[in-house]
């Protein structure tokens, strides 16, 4: 029930229509007791109806008309203007996850963060910044950055399984990022049967992935399509190279799954160049097939990937001072002599390498070879650093009380 003083432009009536609700256009008042009132419909039909007091009893009041007034709830206002200004930050602070994370980014976080990786839409990248960097922190802006533009709603990061909880800690408390670590009790336990589906935010093991079909079969499912992937370590994702064939493992068949079932795909290692240009192109085709598959049985032996790939040394890395990051790296050779017996130990294993090396590559196993090589060389490095172990335990094998 309602005063007919309550009725003042486009409040909402309910029990005028018997099948709806409608919207008051205009009030006319005759007397104290009767208004002729104009309405609009729901179907926008527009109509007049006078009304007296007796009509109160069957209209209600949906939404009180209040034109030009400012008698609104002042905190659901605030509320909702401090959203949409949330919603719309990134168009004017250009570096909005760094304002909203708990970290304090270095110079060239920053700059791969804002320069190297959002510009490109899609991300197709190689993040290779030695160790120490922050690649984590720099994964983490971008995740946050890329949420913020509407840009990002699953995310999955592949890591080797002693880095997982690592990921999910630094993401959580430094971004305030929810992700949860994939394990086989939610696998099972999935409602849909598919565990990747209800889960926006995930972190997956690498070899828990490579190894297992079925998990990838519900990975790359058409309902659980991603928007940025990432790979940490992804150097162990390589492929070989070898007279003139590919040798491909199961690591980087995953690789090449999850670069065709994302938007972005950012690999992020400290070791991308194992020296071999053609494993080197191989990797690189994870982030574009068309370009590197191949190239270097055409003859193709040095690629370009300024434009996909960022490297950094620790020796490039600066503070806001201009100041370097780590300290400077400075090699010394420290000459000693030997003594009599130590001299007379190292020229005996020596000769010894030098014989079963010459064996070794005598043999017709390739593989064995390599391995028996590899072995003395190990020998041989370990005894010029540290002769006296060698020497107590030659003592003691001889019967007498090591030194």
């Known amino acids: 029930m309602i005063n007919l003083e309550d009725l003042q432009p486009i409040a909402i009536l309910r029990g005028v229509l018997p099948d709806g609700v409608v919207t ?74 760094v304002h909203t994370s708990v970290v304090e980014p270095l110079p060239h976080q920053i700059t791969a963060v804002y320069e190297s990786m959002l510009p490109r839409q899609p991300l197709r990248f190689l993040l290779a910044d030695d160790p120490g960097a922050g690649k984590t922190i720099m994964a983490g802006l971008l995740i946050k950055e890329l949420i913020a533009r509407g840009d990002l709603e699953r995310c999955l990061v592949v890591c080797p399984g002693g880095l997982a909880e690592q ?35 995930c972190i ?16 790359k499912a058409p309902d659980a399509g991603w928007d940025l992937i990432i790979c940490d370590e992804a150097h ?5 190279f070898f007279g003139g064939e590919v040798k491909y493992t199961k690591r980087y068949r ?3 799954l999850l670069s065709t079932i994302t938007r972005h795909f950012l690999l992020m290692t400290a070791t991308p160049h194992n020296g071999k240009e053609e494993d080197f192109q191989l990797f690189m085709a ?8 191949g190239k270097f049985r055409d003859g193709v032996h040095v690629a370009d990937v300024s434009d996909m790939m960022r490297r950094m040394v620790k020796e490039s890395l600066l503070k806001f001072d201009a100041t370097p990051l780590f300290p400077e790296r400075k090699a010394y ?31 017709q196993n390739d593989k064995r070879a390599g391995t028996v090589g590899f072995a003395l060389t190990i020998l041989q490095r370990r005894l010029s650093v540290f002769p ?10 001889a019967g007498t009380p090591g030194k």
């Open 388 to 397: 006296g172990g060698y020497l107590s335990i030659t003592s003691s094998k």
């Open 204 to 219: 997956a093991r690498l070899d828990k992935l490579s190894r297992n079909e079925d998990v990838q079969e519900k990975l």
């Open 236 to 240: 162990k994702m390589s492929a070989t």
């Open 333 to 363: 050779t420290v000459p000693y002599k030997l003594s009599g017996a130590e001299a007379t130990l190292y020229k005996a294993v020596t000769d010894y390498v030098r014989e079963e090396f010459n064996r070794a590559e005598a043999l």
């Open 286 to 293: 994870l982030l574009d097939g068309d370009r590197f598959e």
């Open 24 to 97: 008051v256009v205009n009030v006319q008042w005759f007397g104290s007791d009767a208004v002729e009132m104009t309405y609009k419909s729901s179907t926008g039909k527009v109509a007049n109806e006078l009304l007296y007091r007796s009509d109160q009893d069957r209209l209600e009041l949906v939404e009180k008309g209040r034109p030009w007034s400012f008698d609104g709830d002042g905190d659901r206002f605030r509320l909702v203007a401090e959203a949409l200004r949330i919603h719309l930050a990134y168009l004017f602070d250009p570096v909005l996850a």
């Open 167 to 201: 990921w999910q800690d630094e993401l959580w408390h430094r971004f305030n990022l929810p992700f949860e670590i994939l394990t086989n009790d939610k696998l099972e336990a999935a409602r849909t049967g598919n565990w990747f589906q209800e889960t926006k935010l």
């Open 254 to 256: 995953l690789a090449q």
